[in-house]
């Protein structure tokens, strides 16, 4: 799994030399070291503590299976091998029941879009991205759309009223952390429109899913695109050392022309579909260009053999979830209140942590992958094994690393205010 969740850049004669992935950006390799003596010890206690750990968590998983006599959480009759399977956890759950519609969906949302390139060019394609996606926002939140789109207008008001002002990105941060945290405090201002005499509404008006949890993806591409407006206006100039690293680097320091950041791309940038749920985080600048040109770092055959690995990744979910109900133990705090042994508690923590990976590994790599069809390259979360990480720091770098790329392009700023008396404040914000 740990080479198989690996990306894979383009070989031999199939990709330019000068291009790189981003995984091969952010980890060059480094000498092998699987012959050392070290290496070889490691694979001598892995043959016994392996299988051990195999078989300590299943046969406590047993314990609550077709044939035990304990309950836990959603662990219920399975589809394989005549064994129960653990279903407690309330997003794979949505996910597997909603999985072929959005595969079905997407891969006909990047045909139809790929029509419309080829014949109606950048400004067809932004059209059609924007039309799709207003569709989905309002099937998903219903008249609660609004509160998704208000908040992007005042957000691009901001950004074309203040222009190369040092208004422009202080202001972006304020609007959108206020409502970052006043929609979560206020739980999407539900009762709004009870307060307007609208009260039918509160019942039928919110759709499927709260806008206010989607609106933590738009909240970082609000900023996105603000801050790559303001750069662009200020005239800062591509890091030479970061741009020669990978095509998609490139893209990102680059700016556009001033008419590329106008409403209708800024629009189908926030809201573009393949992301606007669970990313990857894509900068406006990088998604732009790849509007214009699509990317070229994977060939049509990767790019599919990576949907193939997707596709096996769920399989082996599914077997996993037949076998192991550490999910459910979890969910319910089953350790405690069943006292489990010390190292049924260290198992459960174990396997539900790699369950959380598997499951994020799926939808993360789902969604890029149906993005790189329609020809828009991300950086990739999960580009390690969740097992294959030494320190914390490693391990958040290549958990969400589409979202750490972003924290080093855009939490880290200068503020610079000038007052009547020509005195000035600097104050520097960093994460």
């Known amino acids: 799994l740990i080479v198989m969740t690996t990306s894979e850049g383009v070989k031999g004669e199939e990709k330019p030399k000068a291009a790189k992935s981003i995984v091969e950006d952010q980890f060059p390799p480094k000498p092998s070291q699987w012959e050392s003596p070290l290496y070889r010890t490691f694979w001598i206690i892995a043959l016994f503590v392996v299988p051990w750990a195999f078989y300590v968590s299943i046969e406590h998983s047993n314990e609550y299976g077709a044939n035990g006599s304990k309950k836990a959480g959603r662990v219920g ?27 079905l969906g997407l891969l006909l949302f990047v045909a139809v879009g790929k029509a419309i390139r080829q014949k109606y060019g950048t400004k067809g394609t932004i059209l059609y991205y924007n039309v799709i996606s207003v569709g989905m926002i309002v099937v998903i939140h219903g008249l609660d759309a609004i509160w998704l789109y208000g908040t992007s207008l005042v957000n691009y008001a901001i950004a074309r009223k203040f222009k190369g002002s040092h208004a422009t990105w ?12 006043l929609s979560d405090y206020y739980l999407g201002f539900k009762g709004t429109y009870g307060f307007f005499g609208l009260r039918f509404l509160e019942k039928y008006g919110h759709g499927i899913f709260s806008w206010h949890v989607y609106f933590k993806m738009s909240f970082l591409r609000n900023i996105a695109f603000n801050m790559d407006y303001y750069w662009m206006l200020n005239g800062r100039k591509p890091d030479p050392k970061v741009a020669s690293k990978s095509e998609y680097l490139n893209n990102s320091e680059t700016p556009k022309n001033e008419k590329d950041y106008s409403l209708l791309p800024y629009l189908a940038y926030t809201y573009y579909v393949p992301f606007f749920i669970a990313g990857p985080i894509v ?7 790849q509007v214009e040109k699509p990317q070229t770092t994977y060939t049509s055959r990767q790019i599919w053999r990576e949907l193939a690995k997707v596709l ?18 979890s969910e319910h705090r089953l350790w405690s209140s069943q006292n489990f042994s010390s190292i049924q508690t260290c198992f459960t923590g174990f396997w539900t ?25 991300s950086p990739e979360n999960m580009n390690r094994c969740v097992n294959n990480n030494f320190t914390f720091t490693g391990f958040w770098r290549s958990w969400h690393g589409s979202l750490y790329k972003w924290i080093l392009r855009y939490s880290t700023f200068k503020l610079k205010v000038e007052s009547s008396l020509r005195s000035w404040f600097q104050v520097e914000i960093s994460s």
């Open 170 to 181: 202080a202001l972006t941060w304020i609007w959108n952390v206020a409502i970052l945290f």
């Open 353 to 377: 942590l790699n369950f959380m990976y598997l499951k994020f590994l799926i939808i993360w790599r789902f969604f890029r992958v149906m993005a790189l069809l329609d020809g828009i390259d």
């Open 77 to 103: 009759k399975g589809w394989l091998f005549g064994r129960y399977q653990d279903l407690s956890d309330h997003q794979w759950r949505t996910w597997r029941q909603f999985f072929p519609y959005l595969l």
């Open 312 to 329: 096996l990744y769920t399989l082996i979910m599914e077997v996993f979830l037949h076998f192991f109900y550490h999910g459910a133990f």
């Open 283 to 289: 900068n406006f600048n990088a998604f732009m260009s």
